[in-house]
C-alpha cells in the first residue's frame, strides 16, 4: 500500500512515517515497476506499536531497542515507570511554583528566575527539555518551511560564493597535463614516479573528497536526529560545493584536453557569480510560490521556471565570457535538480506543515549533490502526472 493509504489507516503524518523510515524502525520494499516505496501489513502494525508506544512516553531510542531485540518490554516499561516518578516530582515543583504566582498576584513584567526558588537540577532538566522541543517539535505553516528552506539554501550558496571568490582559482588549479599523458609520462620516467603521482592527485582530489565528505553526511544523516549535528552536515556539504564544482571542470579538462576546452575555462569568479545566480534563482522561487499557491502543485510549473531560467543564464554567460557549454551544463543541473528538489519537499510536508527537524533535513538533502540520486530516489517517475 501506499504511503497516503498508511496516513489514513493508522493516523500517523507522513513526515512523521518517513522520520521513523530513516530511524530504521520501518524498511518498506520498492516498487519495481515505479520505484516507489510499498507498506506491508506488518509495517502497518509496527506502525501502530511505535503510535501506542510513543503515546506512553517511551523515547525512540527505545523503540529502536525494542524493535533490535536488545530490551525487552518489561525493562522499558520498568524505565518508564521510574521515568514517571521523577515527572511527578517536577510537576508538583511546577505546581507550586505556578500556584505561588497566582497567590502572590505576580504580574507579567515581574517574572524572572527567582521565583523558580533553589530546585535547581529539577529546572535544569526542563530547561534543557524545552529547548529541544521548541527547535525540534515548532510545527511550521507551508509559507514558514518554505522560508526556511529559502534562507538556508540562499546562505548555503553564499558561502559558496564567498568561498569560489576566495579560493576558486585554487581549487580550479590545472597541471596543463590530460589523464592520459601523465600516466604515459610515469612509465617513461620511473624515477619521478612520486612527483608524477603527486600531480596526477592534484588532477582529482577536490571532486574525491567532495564526493567522500558528501557521501559521509549523507549517511550521517540517518544515524541522528540532532538539529545541530545536522546543522553541522548543512554547513559540510554547503563548504564542498565549489571543490566539487571544481573537481568536475578539471576531469573534463583532462580528459578533453583540446584547444576548445582550455579556451573555456572558468575562474573562481565566474564560479562565485554562478552562486549569486543560484542565490536569486532560490529567492524567485520563494518569492513565486507566495504568490501563487499553485506553483508547488505540479511538477510542469517548476520545471518550466528552471529551463526558463537556466536558458538565460547561458546566454547571458556565453555573451559575457564565451562559457557556453559549461554555463549551460551547470545551470540545467542546478535549477532543474533545485527546483525538482524543492518540490518534494512541499509535497512530502503535512497539510498542516512540518516541523524545524523536517525543514533542515529537507534543506541538508536538497544541499548535498553527492546524495541527489538517493534524495529523488522512487520520485523521477509520473511526477507530472500524479502532482
Known amino acids: 500500500m501506499k504511503i497516503k493509504e498508511v496516513e489514513q489507516r493508522v493516523g500517523i503524518t507522513r513526515a512523521n512515517i518517513r522520520y521513523y523510515e530513516e530511524e530504521g524502525l520501518l524498511n518498506p520494499v ?38 533490535a531485540g536488545a530490551l525487552s518490554l518489561d525493562e522499558v516499561m520498568e524505565k518508564r515507570l521510574e521515568r514517571i516518578s521523577e515527572e511527578e516530582k ?4 511546577i505546581e507550586k511554583v505556578c500556584r505561588t504566582i497566582r497567590q502572590l498576584d505576580i504580574s507579567f513584567e515581574e517574572v524572572d528566575e527567582q521565583i523558580l526558588g533553589e530546585e ?54 590545472y597541471e596543463g597535463m590530460s589523464w592520459s599523458k601523465r600516466i604515459a609520462v610515469v612509465k ?17 582530489k577536490w571532486l574525491i573528497l567532495a564526493v567522500i565528505v558528501c557521501l559521509i553526511c549523507y549517511i550521517g544523516m540517518y544515524f541522528t536526529a540532532n538539529v545541530k549535528a545536522l546543522t553541522v552536515f548543512f554547513h559540510l556539504e554547503a563548504l564542498v560545493l565549489t571543490p566539487f564544482i571544481a573537481g ?15 579556451n573555456q575555462t572558468i575562474s573562481g569568479m565566474h564560479l562565485a557569480i554562478f552562486w549569486l545566480a543560484m542565490m536569486l534563482y532560490v529567492l524567485l522561487i520563494f518569492l513565486l510560490s507566495g504568490k501563487k499557491q499553485e506553483f508547488f502543485s505540479k511538477a510542469r510549473y517548476v520545471l ?29 543541473i542546478f535549477t532543474i535538480y533545485i527546483g525538482l528538489s524543492w518540490f518534494h519537499v512541499i509535497g512530502d510536508a503535512p497539510k498542516s506543515g512540518g516541523s524545524r527537524y523536517y525543514a533542515i533535513v529537507s534543506a541538508t538533502k536538497m544541499m548535498n549533490i553527492a546524495g541527489a540520486a538517493f ?3 522512487g520520485k523521477s517517475r509520473g511526477t507530472t502526472i500524479l502532482r
Not at 517536577?90 to 515543583?93: A, D, I, M, W
Not at 509559507?143 to 576558486?168: D, E, H, P, R
Not at 547571458?316 to 545551470?331: E, H, K, N, R, Y
Open 30 to 67: 520498492r516498487n519495481r515497476e515505479n520505484n516507489y516505496r510499498e507498506y506491508s501489513e506488518e509495517d502497518v502494525k509496527n506502525l501502530e506499536r511505535i503510535k501506542v508506544l510513543r503515546a506512553l512516553g517511551i523515547p525512540i531510542s527505545d523503540v529502536k531497542m525494542l524493535n
Open 120 to 173: 535547581k537540577d529539577i529546572w535544569e532538566e526542563q530547561f534543557e527539555k524545552i529547548w529541544k522541543e521548541d527547535i525540534t517539535k515548532e510545527i511550521l505553516t507551508l509559507g514558514q518551511l518554505n522560508k526556511n528552506l529559502t534562507w538556508m539554501l540562499v546562505w548555503g550558496y553564499f558561502m559558496n560564493a564567498v568561498s569560489a571568490l576566495l579560493l576558486g582559482d585554487f581549487f580550479l588549479r
Open 188 to 204: 617513461s620516467n620511473p624515477g619521478e614516479i612520486l612527483n608524477r603521482q603527486t600531480l596526477f592527485f592534484d588532477q582529482w
Open 248 to 262: 568536475i571542470s578539471l576531469a573534463v579538462r583532462s580528459v578533453f584536453s583540446t584547444e576548445k576546452v582550455k
Open 90 to 93: 517536577n510537576l508538583r515543583e
Open 375 to 377: 534524495t529523488m530516489q
Open 304 to 332: 518550466g521556471m528552471a529551463v526558463v531560467y537556466a536558458i538565460i543564464l547561458t546566454v547571458l554567460a556565453g555573451i559575457l565570457s564565451d562559457l557556453w557549454i559549461p554555463a549551460a551544463v551547470m545551470s540545467f
